[in-house]
């Protein structure tokens, strides 16, 4: 009775990947009429109702969606939870931009007050639009990064974070010291990396506001704590490049500030990685380092078109990212429709299929995280979304006249937002049930 009850299930169309689409057939399973059924908060089966049906254990509840698409949770792969409150702010470009607002909002982060309320917030935003799992920076001051795992360690969220590292052009009263960053980030490894579901990001800002002292000593902290990530902006705006140039003249480019630094690998996370060169891309492919595309931040700052050609001819991996507040959206439908549009003016069109593999397995592999999330295999962690298709209108009815799957999704993702997630599950609760009239 007691492991009865734990046991559930979920009936709709489904939609999850095995691999990435461009690597060849078989890579997702789509079931028209599907059941997931998940036991404990982990996946126990997925397959057509017709089949899966007749072997439930009478009585066990099925919730079915109807006009539904059941995928895994969507990742988010970089998004900043401090600047929810100051999102849709005009900036002519990034360094304005960031003087302007941002600074003053991650201010308020150093009343923990703030910070929980702020918390409560952004995971609820995460959550109705769909997204189980997110890297996210805090700000500088450690009551920020402790407040977001507080919140996701309750609602048993996968969630990675980690204090902003920051000691030079940033103002005074929000910078550490390469010595008080480390001690601070240290502690905070101790008491929430591996705790729960939740894991820790080494997070200097980018390289314009930490000293190679500071640098030096992330690259301590991966060091010291194996299995820490590294979380970082790389190469957004052309001025922010220049002024890389200034500030470390000796580096042969960007990238190569973080690789003196030994901040490369398969634990690091780049956001934006616009403006890059033939021989830092490489690099990034031979470190088996990882990126974030942020489709609305990019447009919205006007920064640059993130070439999915280059990065994917690569192997590189890569996943989709809101970057809140200066992306305009938390939805991945949202980010996925502009990145369509971005590849569309490099003369390159994103698969639809490749798309929504990024939004899930692709993102849970560039966060590392794939053993644990991303489909449906036996034995995951249950975090999934529904998406109810039977509106808006205009989509609805666009629906009705499509036949494949790859129409289907494209539409989803250029008329979809939030209004179409109908829940949000993690490890297999229901955390968000959209409410109509
Ligand atoms: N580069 C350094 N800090 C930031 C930030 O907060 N947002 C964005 N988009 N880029 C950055
Ligand atoms: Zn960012």
Redesign the pocket.
Known sequence: MGELALTKAVRGSILHFKRDPRLGSASYEYLRDGILVHHRGRVERVGPASEVLPDLEPGLPVMHYKTSLILPGFVDTHV?YP?TEMIASKGKN?LD??NTY?FPV?RKFKSYAHCRYAAQFFIQQLLSNGTTTALV?STVHKVSAQALFEEALNLKMRLITGKVLMDRNAPEDLLDTAESGQRESAELIKEWHGRGRLGYAVTP??A??STPEQLESASYLLREFPGTYLH??LS??QE?VEWVKQLFPEAPHYLGVYEKHHLLGEHSIF??ALHLSDAELNRLAQTHSALAF?PT?NLF?G?GLFDIEAVTDRGLRFGMAT?V???TSFSILQSLNEAYKIAQLQQYTLDPLRAFYLATLGGAQALGLSRHIGNFEKGKEADFVVLNTSLPRLLANRFDSCETLEEKLLILMTLGDDRNVEATYVMGRPLFERHRD
């Open positions: 900043h600047q990034l931009w960031l941002t991650e920076f800002r980018f314009p506001t970082t902006h957004e705006n922010e956001a934006h942020c931040s700052l920064s970057d507040g200066a992306g």
